[in-house]
């Protein structure tokens, strides 16, 4: 998820150098294999409620988010939701 827990988590890892190349919510979910930019991801998050339609990266089906290929996944989810 992109909210409270994974939305600083996303800006920590991107302040500290690391890529993010995958993030979803209740909205959808995006997926940028040079990195997205995280802080542009936020205002978009803040602008318009969701990731989705985020331009700096592509649409991804939300089923293959977990399957999509990566050195770390954290899943950042309400209870319940991830099992």
């Known amino acids: 998820g992109f909210g409270n827990v994974g939305s600083w988590a996303a800006q920590l890892i991107h302040e500290r150098g690391g ?11 995006v997926k940028n294999g040079n ?11 803040n602008e ?6 985020f331009s700096g990266a592509e ?6 988010l977990l399957v999509e290929e990566c050195d770390v996944l954290i ?8 099992n």
């Open 19 to 29: 890529k993010v190349v995958a993030i979803g919510d209740i909205t959808g979910a």
């Open 35 to 45: 990195g997205i930019d995280i802080p542009a991801l936020v205002k978009h998050k």
């Open 48 to 53: 318009t409620g969701g990731i989705k339609g």
């Open 75 to 82: 899943p950042c989810a309400l209870g319940g939701v991830v």
């Open 59 to 64: 649409p991804l089906d939300p089923d293959q």
